[in-house]
């Protein structure tokens, strides 16, 4: 995906380039409890995006002194594995890894209920395997998915897709060519059944209408996500259920 | 790996909930209305070995940012436009709890958050950064130092970095037969500046919403966000810091009482810049 | 949707219905007991774990399938293992986000003599079964074991699993626990914060409880458990061809 020249990206037909439509979701996949030793695990595939994300604790902190007395501190570290982009990536972090482990992190603290945990520490780890737009977002629900596997208490699960803009066009959960030559790029992560949205970042280039309507396509994008997700949190008692 | 802070300093319960009261009453603890910016002030040129700077107040807060150019050859899907880099530091000497040493997060989400809104504004022709098309151009480096932290630097960071670019001036260029020799003692054209952007912060307080919070009201801040506009009112870059939430309804307001302030910022900036 | 509209409180799920965190379970004014599974807005409740919903006349809970830390609480009965040795007293892992402490002093019932090695009574790596004397969320846990039945364990073995499973392991008014022990002869201290000590008749029947156990983890949420694990066990012995046991 290394072109110069910025590429059509919405087609004649109205499409764009992998053929969805503009307020079309990427097929999804997730599962939960996918790593034997961490208390909570997941993998999520959107499109060619994939991550896996582990969760550990809550437990006891150390070194002591990071310890918080009236909640859990949370640590978070969002990763890039060297093999998950189409140039080799560095292994070492980025400031961009920097940046996003740390929006990540916030959106995560504002759903777990970190005040039943006094002076503990919950981590969560999250690996890029493949990068195909959206890793951060991906990244964040398979956080969200790990640490309600963990049986960690949450206000909610956290769901999330891109918006943006491409030829002018608003259009839901950007893929890559959308990401890279689009004209806004809109992340946006919500507790759905609270109404809360506790990530939201744009880069590019918006009016206040077109953005309206952005957050708009935004918050129907993350209705069906949310369901998909409690439906993977869920279906893995009821198969057992009808076993029986 | 990104961490819960802990060194944040204590606020008073009995703060919290008197600010909160006055709230109610439709006025700040600092005596400002809920939308009202502080007062900006621009001292232009403050660094002179830089080729732009800019010493900027914004209430209590402090930035000062200095611009530099050096020459370099483009980036291979750019050849034709110059290079933007842009820097935050937050200094010790600023504040209590900032230590030396290399940047932490909070300066690197600072330093990503104004690139982008420059950047994604075309605040800058980056297409006149150009010495030979496709072997040599101007890279801008923007550095923003954080010298007295009050609160809300991110808005300060982006009007010390437009102000310092509009302060500056290339280096002289001479045609010598076939080949564009720089002479860097003297100053040439003027940074190709298209316009100004601004980034106006709104931060929440249980049900309240406040413009550009000072240092008091950060500390018991839910969250807050940050949107770039451009003079005709494009949105070109949004950021939400911290751990709260907002609902939607929320940001929409949000996005709305940010918009009427940066038209204030935006004036008082041309006003102060001289540029029309 | 089950609706339950004396006072207007209402329900949203059925009985023994699986939620997951955000599921809206009830509206309305409850008097329930603060439950760390339930996450109230104003008057709406919402499950904050994926668990089972259980209404029960004007009260509901929510029961987690999921969770492999114990919050300890005061009075609980915990087996906890020996990390490390302090001058006075043992460090303990109890499966809790915050390490416990034994005081020398309640195993001795004396103070520790200044340079007595503590080691020799209780080392690194040895199981003590303890109650939890003392713990708010400013300390850390205080260990006892002053009383009959409590101290280093030294026979028998250790079943570890997700402490929200101890109440299954038990069952209702210990109906789980009197298959278990009757079924396979295995004497059973099952202990709060998700170990289980065993003693069993044979090598056989320890593992045939140890599989019993791990069934009751991964089933817990299927109703019929009780006599499920009965059959499974008598399943087991006949596969393995164990005797019925004398204990």
Redesign the interface.
């Known amino acids: 995906m290394s072109q110069n020249q910025k590429p059509k990206l919405i087609l004649e037909n109205g499409l764009r380039t992998d053929g969805r439509k503009p307020d079309e979701l990427r097929p999804m996949k997730m599962e939960i409890g996918v790593l034997k030793n961490a208390d909570g695990s997941s993998i999520i595939e959107v499109g060619n995006t994939k991550i896996i994300a582990a969760v550990y604790g809550p437990k006891e902190i150390h070194p002591r002194h990071l310890a918080l007395p009236g909640r859990a501190t949370i640590r978070v570290r969002y990763h890039m594995m060297p093999f998950s982009t189409d140039e080799r990536k560095s292994p070492s972090p980025s400031r961009r890894e920097i940046e996003i482990s740390k929006v990540i992190r916030e959106a995560l603290e504002s759903s777990i209920l970190v005040e039943q945990f006094p002076r503990s520490s919950i981590d969560v780890f999250m690996e890029v395997i493949q990068a195909d737009a959206g890793t951060r977002l991906a990244s964040l629900m398979a956080a969200s998915l790990a640490v309600v596997d963990a049986g960690i208490p949450v206000k909610d699960i956290i769901a999330a897709v891109a918006v943006g803009k491409a030829d002018g066009v608003i259009v839901l959960d950007l893929n890559e060519p959308e990401d890279m030559w689009g004209e806004a790029d809109l992340p946006v992560a919500m507790m759905p059944s609270i109404n809360q949205v506790n990530l939201i970042q744009m880069n590019g280039n918006l009016t206040p209408e077109e953005f309206k309507q952005a957050i708009d396509l935004a918050s129907r994008g993350i209705q069906t996500i949310y369901n998909m997700e409690k439906e993977t949190l869920k279906s893995k008692y009821i198969e057992f259920k009808e076993e029986s | 790996m990104s961490v819960t802070p802990s060194n944040e300093n204590i606020i008073p319960l009995i703060k919290k909930e008197s600010m909160l009261v006055s709230l109610e009453h439709g006025i700040r603890q600092n005596g400002r209305k809920p939308f009202e910016y502080r007062p900006i002030s621009i001292t232009l040129g403050y660094a002179k070995k830089a080729d732009g700077s800019a010493l900027v107040k914004l209430g209590d807060t402090t930035v000062l940012a200095g611009v530099k150019l050096e020459e370099e050859q483009p980036f291979e899907d750019t050849p034709n436009q110059g290079n933007l880099v842009v820097n935050v530091e937050l200094l010790p000497l600023a504040y209590e709890t900032f230590e030396p040493g290399p940047p932490d997060e909070n300066a690197i989400e600072l330093s990503r958050v104004v690139d982008r809104s420059l950047r994604d504004s075309k605040s800058i022709d980056l297409t006149k950064l150009v010495i030979e098309p496709g072997k040599r151009v101007w890279t801008v480096w923007v550095d923003i130092y954080v010298l007295d932290y009050s609160g809300n630097v991110l808005d300060a960071s982006t009007i010390a970095a437009i102000a310092a670019l509009y302060d500056t001036k290339l280096p002289k260029l001479l045609q010598e037969g076939d080949s564009i020799k720089v002479i860097k003692e003297e100053k040439g054209e003027r940074m190709p500046m298209n316009y100004p952007v601004v980034t106006v912060t709104v931060g929440k307080i249980g049900k309240y919403l406040i413009v550009d919070p000072d240092i008091e009201e950060e500390g018991i801040l839910d969250t807050r966000l940050s949107i770039s506009y451009t003079p005709d009112k494009r949105m070109v870059g949004i950021q939400k810091f911290g751990i709260g939430t907002f609902s939607m309804q929320e940001i929409d307001q949000v996005e709305s009482i940010a918009r009427q302030a940066s038209a204030k910022i935006l004036e008082e900036l041309k006003k102060q810049l001289g540029i029309g | 949707m089950l609706s339950n509209e004396n006072n207007n409180k209402k329900l949203y799920y059925q009985e023994r219905t699986?939620v997951?965190?955000?599921?809206?379970i009830a509206e309305g004014a409850f008097q329930i007991p603060w439950s760390?599974?339930i996450?109230k807005?104003e008057n709406k409740y919402?499950s904050?774990?994926?668990g089972i919903f259980e209404p029960k006349e004007n009260r509901f809970e929510v029961i987690?399938?999921?969770?492999?830390?114990y919050?300890p609480k005061i009075g609980d009965t915990v087996i906890g293992l020996v990390e490390d040795i302090e001058t006075y007293g043992w460090i303990v892992d109890i499966k809790a986000?915050?390490?416990a402490y034994l005081p020398g002093s309640s195993l001795l019932g004396r103070s520790v003599n200044i340079g007595e090695d503590i080691r020799k009574y209780i080392d690194v790596g040895d199981y003590v079964i303890a109650k939890v004397e003392n713990f708010d969320?400013?300390i850390d846990p205080i260990l006892s074991v002053k009383g009959k039945g409590l101290g280093r364990i030294i026979h028998g073995n250790i079943i570890d699993i997700?402490p929200?499973k101890i109440p299954r392991v038990i069952g209702k008014n210990k109906s789980m626990m009197e298959v278990l022990t009757t079924e396979t002869g295995c004497e059973m201290l099952v202990a709060q914060n998700g170990r289980v000590w065993a003693n069993c008749p044979s090598k056989e029947m320890e593992d045939i409880l140890i599989f019993s156990i791990d069934k009751i983890e991964?089933?817990s949420?299927?109703k019929?458990l009780t006599d499920?694990i009965k059959n499974f066990i008598q399943e087991k012995k006949g596969e393995l061809g164990v005797t019925e046991s004398k204990a």
Request: hydrophobic residues 30%; without cysteine.
């Open positions: 699986i997951s965190p955000g599921d809206l760390p599974y996450y807005i919402y904050s774990v994926v987690p399938l999921k969770g492999s830390f919050y986000p915050y390490s969320r400013t997700m929200v991964h089933e949420h299927i019929g499920r």
